[in-house]
């Protein structure tokens, strides 16, 4: 699915897999994508080139060969509660600034969770980042204002976070429960 200089369009509850790239969006502005799923593609689950005040939330992007979302000399957009697992990069941004990357999981891609080259002043808050190569990286940025990437592991994940994800489903409190368990008995045993 590509689309060319285009404007204030709704692109939502779309599939595109197997492809070279899922969605690309080129030279496009004020758009909105929201409940698509671009998966198992070649190159990009999502992307965006030249392409400013878009929203993206809620899509899911994995499998893919290159990076679940990325955003190529892209300014004043929303990368809001996206699902990026297993791809090269979950999140990237080139040349790319004023954007808010919020509430997104980006877990168990190859290199980074989310990558910023030549990136500034965009807003990383909130993300969960388990199982990386590398969590979050930046190269020659500037301004870019990070907090609560709460979860943050790099590798393996850690069984206690496994048993506290599977068991959150059935209830918090049993899971930080579990948590606080493990913790204090793999404390006394050191």
Known sequence: MRL??????????????NNDYGIHLYNC???????NTANNNN???????????????GNTANNNGGSGIFLYSCDYSDILGITANNNYYGIRLRWSDNNDILGNTA???????????ESNENTIAGNTLLGNDKCIREENCQGNEFSDNGICTYGEIPIELVILI???????V?????????IRKRKRKE
């Not at 190159?43 to 939330?57: A, E, M, P």
């Not at 599977?166 to 918090?172: E, L, T």
């Open 4 to 17: 060319y200089n285009c404007y204030n369009n709704s692109l939502s509850g779309n599939t595109a897999y």
């Open 29 to 35: 502005y004020n758009n909105s994508l929201s409940g």
């Open 43 to 57: 190159d990009d689950g999502i992307y965006l080139d030249s392409s400013d005040d878009n929203t993206i939330s």
């Open 174 to 182: 049993i899971g930080v429960a579990t948590l606080l368990f493990l």
């Open 166 to 172: 599977s068991v959150i489903s059935g209830g918090a």
């Open 107 to 117: 877990n168990s891609n190859s290199w980074y969770g989310i990558y910023l080259h």
